[in-house]
């Protein structure tokens, strides 16, 4: 018995050493596979990661100072009408998750710092999207942190006022502009957080809003209702800014 054991383990000897250096072999050639070709061991073959999620569709025209992973690009090529994206990074690149026409100013879209308080023209630039608000009660798409039911008494300061110009305050107490119950174009909007140091004179009040058919707006960017609610529904609560583009 005991010559038989050894006899068997002097067999197994090579056999294991054959299968310890196709082992290494293996796991070395493809670690070195994986280093050629820019990837860690562990993802070898598998480019699942890489694959663009379904809901984006082709890139998106985004300024390069746009710093969140959200963006709502604004593009026009002069007049009134737009193309809205709702836009996405993915993979170093901005991809379009919901594409619509819009509106802006029915003077078009200013260059950059040239926008005016009644100019009728939209301001280009890199925004801040702000707050909900709206005639109707806070829709479900909504998830911000703040959205404003207005009523009559609900005023957004503009023209040439200089306290509180360009914010919302109340006509009861004395304040005076731009009525903020309007149907159907502020049935649901979010401020765009343009001139948020409120110098007077640089333009106020605007608004991403629906459009109410006529095809411009006095400076705010307007897409249809059913299209604002997806947007809102897209932002969900994520830091999202718009990118507005001439």
């Not at 293996?26 to 820019?38: D, L, V």
């Not at 959205?147 to 919302?168: H, L, S």
Request: charged share 20%; proline share 3%.
């Amino acid at each position: 018995m005991t010559s038989l054991i050894k006899h068997r383990r002097g067999m197994l000897r090579p056999l294991t050493l054959v299968v310890a250096v196709t082992a290494l072999t293996f796991f070395f050639g493809s670690a070195a596979q994986a280093a050629e070709s820019g990837l860690g061991a562990g993802v070898v073959d598998d480019n699942a990661s890489l694959k663009k999620p379904d809901h984006l569709g082709a890139k998106c025209a985004v300024p390069s100072n746009a710093s969140t992973s959200k963006v709502i690009a604004v593009n026009g090529a002069g007049g009134s009408k737009v193309t809205v994206d709702a836009c996405e990074e993915w993979d170093g690149s901005y991809y379009s998750a919901i594409s619509t026409t819009g509106y802006v100013g029915y003077n078009g879209i200013a260059a950059a710092g040239e926008k005016r308080e009644g100019d009728g023209m939209t301001p280009s630039g890199v925004f801040d999207m702000g707050y909900g608000f709206g005639v109707k009660t806070e829709p479900s798409e909504f998830q911000g942190s703040k959205y404003v039911k207005v009523t009559k008494d609900d005023v957004w300061v503009d023209g040439d006022a200089t306290k509180n110009y360009n914010t919302m305050q109340k006509k009861s107490d004395g304040y005076s502009g731009e009525s903020m119950y309007q149907a159907p174009a502020y049935n649901y909007g979010q401020v765009i957080e343009y001139n948020a140091s409120a110098k007077p004179g640089l333009g106020s009040a605007i608004f991403l809003h629906v459009n109410t058919g006529s095809g411009e707006t006095a400076g705010c960017v307007s897409v249809s209702q059913a299209n604002l609610l997806k947007i809102l529904d897209w932002e969900n609560d994520d830091n999202v800014e718009m990118a507005i583009s001439r």
